[in-house]
C-alpha cells in the first residue's frame, strides 16, 4: 500500500518537456477548451520525455547571420516557474493564519499597502494616468495583483487557497481589482472592452508601445498581472490579453523585443491547453525566422525512422530531404541565456534591470516601426457609464 501511495507523491519536474503539456493531446482542433492541467502532478516516464526532444539545428543557409542560425531553447526556470502555477503550487504550505486576509482587506480599503501607506482607492483615483508614478514605483505592484508566491516588495504577503476563495465571492474586492487591471492596460495603451476581457489599442497606443517595448522590466510585471488574473476568478480574461501582445509582437511589429516574454512565460499562464496551443499555432505563423520557433509540438516519427515536425503547421520550412547531423549545438544567445535564467519576480539580474529602468538611462533594443492610426472602441452605450460601472454588470465565473 505504501508503494502505491506513493506513486501519487507529487514528482519535481527536471526537464521543460515534463513541466510542459500543452501538445500531450494535441488535436488540430483548437475550440476544444476544457482541457485544463490538473492540480495533480503525475510522473512522467522516459519515453514521455523522449517524444518532446528538441528539434535539431537547421543546416545553415547561404548568407545567414549568426543571430539567424543561433539555436533558440526553452527556459526551464521559467517552464517549471509556470508549470507550479498552473498546478495551484504543489506540496505549497499556507505561509499564515486564513484569517488575516491581507491582500482582501487591501482591496477593501481597510488597511494600506506597505511600506508605502497607500490605500486602494488612492491608487484607483489618482495614479490612472500618472505613468511615471506608475513606472517608477516597485512596491504597489505586488499588493494590486497579489499571488501565491513572494515578489520583490517582501511586505506584501501571499494569497492562500482560503483568501482566494473569499476574494472570488466579494464583489467589491472583485469590482477594485478590475479597476486595477484598467490603470495597468491603459499605462500599456490597452483599453478593455466588455466584461468578457476583449482588449484593443487605446487612444495613447503609439507613445505606450514605443515606452513598453523599450521599458521590459514591465514584462514581468505583465507576467505578475496574468498569474493574479487567474488566481482572482478572471482566467477568461487572460487569452484576449496574450493575443493582443503576441500579435503587436509578431505582427505588427510595434513590440518587438517581447517576443520572447510573450511565447516563454505569457501564454504558459493559460491553464487550458486548448488555448495555448491556439495561440501557439497563431504566434508559429508569423515567427520569423520559423526554424527557430522551439514551442511548437514535438516533432514526430515518419514511418522509418525519419523525423518530421509535428502536424505540418503553417510558417514552417519542410526539408524533404534529411539533413545530416550537425556536429554540436549552437549557444543560445546572450540575452536568452538571461531570460531564461530569471524567476518572474525576484532575482538579482532583473533587479537590475528594474533599477536601471527606474533610473531613466534604458535603451530600447529595437525601435518600433510606425503604424496606422487606431480608433479606440467605445466602453459603454446608451446611459452615459462604463459597462463596468452599470447595475447589470455581472461576476466572472470563479475557478
Known sequence: MGNL??????????????????WETDSESDEQQGEEDSGISEPV????????????????????TPESTTKIKRSFYAAKDLYKYRHNYPNSKEP??????????????????????????EILNKWRGDYEKLEHNHTYIQWLFPLR????NFYAQELTQVE???????????????????????????????????????SNWQERFQHLNESQHNYLRITRILKSLGELGFESFKPPLVRLLLEEALVEGTLPNMQHSALEYFV??????????????FAQRHYRPPENFVWGPPRRRRPGGAAAVGGGKPGLTQEKSSAKARAGKSPASPQEERRGDTAEEGVPYMRKREE????????????????????HPEEGTGDGKTWMERDEYMDTTPL
Open 5 to 22: 501511495m506513493g506513486s501519487w507523491r507529487y514528482k519535481e519536474p527536471s526537464t521543460v518537456e515534463e513541466c510542459d503539456s500543452t
Open 45 to 64: 516516464s522516459p519515453t514521455d520525455t523522449a517524444k518532446c526532444a528538441e528539434t535539431p539545428d537547421p543546416p545553415a543557409q547561404p548568407g545567414d
Open 96 to 121: 499564515r493564519q486564513p484569517n488575516e486576509y491581507r491582500n482582501l482587506r487591501f482591496y477593501l480599503n481597510k488597511i494600506p499597502l506597505v511600506p508605502d501607506g497607500i490605500y486602494v482607492e
Open 149 to 152: 508566491e513572494q515578489g520583490l
Open 164 to 202: 482566494i476563495k473569499e476574494f472570488q465571492s466579494t464583489r467589491e474586492a472583485k469590482r477594485r481589482f478590475l479597476l486595477a487591471y484598467t490603470i495597468m492596460l491603459d499605462f500599456y495603451g490597452i483599453a478593455l472592452l466588455d466584461k468578457n476581457g476583449n482588449v484593443a489599442r487605446a
Open 268 to 281: 504558459y499562464t493559460l491553464r487550458d491547453r486548448g488555448q495555448r496551443r491556439a495561440l501557439l499555432r
Open 356 to 375: 536601471h529602468s527606474a533610473g531613466g538611462d534604458g535603451k530600447a533594443l529595437t525601435p518600433p516601426p510606425t503604424c496606422g492610426s487606431a480608433k
